[in-house]
C-alpha cells in the first residue's frame, strides 16, 4: 500500500510541474507574440518619437512591461486590436492606450489612436488618426 501511495505522490509532483512549465511556457510565448505584432510595434513607435511624452516618463531609458493578458482593455481580433502597454521611465510610468485596424486588402494594421496615461492622471494623445488626416 506505501509503495503505490509513494508512487501516487511521485506522479502527483511530475504532473504539477509540467503543468506550471507549461503555463509558464504559454504565458512567455504570447507576451513574445505581442511584442511582434505590428499593431504593438507601430503603438511602441509613435511613443519614442514624440518628445512629449518621452519627457514626462523620463525616457530614455524607456522600459516596456508585460502585456496583463486579463485585463478587459486588451481585445483583439482580425480585425481590430486594442491594446493597453505598461511602460515605465525614470520620472514616472503609465500606460500606452493604443487602437488598430487592419486593412484586410493590404494585410497590415494602421493606428487608429494611441494615449499615453500617466500615474499622476496626465493624459498625453500621441496620435490620433482623425486629427492627422485633417
Same mark, same amino acid.
Given at each position: 500500500m506505501s509503495r503505490s501511495t509513494s508512487l501516487l505522490q511521485q506522479m502527483t509532483i511530475f504532473i504539477t510541474v509540467?503543468?506550471?512549465?507549461?503555463?509558464?511556457?504559454?504565458?512567455?510565448?504570447?507576451?513574445?507574440?505581442?511584442?511582434?505584432?505590428?499593431?504593438?510595434?507601430?503603438?511602441?513607435?509613435?511613443?519614442?518619437?514624440h518628445s512629449t511624452?518621452?519627457?514626462s516618463l523620463g525616457a530614455p531609458p524607456l522600459k516596456i512591461h508585460n502585456i496583463h493578458l486579463s485585463d478587459r #482593455?486588451?481585445?483583439?481580433? #482580425?480585425?481590430?486590436?486594442?491594446?493597453?502597454?505598461?511602460?515605465?521611465g525614470s520620472n514616472t510610468g503609465g500606460y500606452l492606450y493604443t487602437s488598430s485596424t487592419r486593412d484586410t486588402l493590404m494585410n497590415r494594421w494602421h493606428l487608429q489612436q494611441v494615449l499615453l496615461?500617466?500615474?499622476?492622471?496626465?493624459?498625453?494623445?500621441?496620435?490620433?488618426?482623425?486629427?492627422s488626416q485633417e
Open positions: 509540467v503543468t506550471g512549465g507549461g503555463c509558464a511556457m504559454m504565458y512567455y510565448l504570447m507576451q513574445k507574440n505581442f511584442a511582434k505584432s505590428e499593431y504593438y510595434r507601430l503603438a511602441l513607435e509613435e511613443l519614442n518619437n511624452a518621452m519627457a #482593455h486588451n481585445r483583439m481580433d #482580425h480585425n481590430s486590436a486594442q491594446l493597453k502597454i505598461p511602460v515605465t496615461k500617466l500615474r499622476d492622471g496626465e493624459t498625453i494623445e500621441i496620435f490620433n488618426k482623425t486629427e
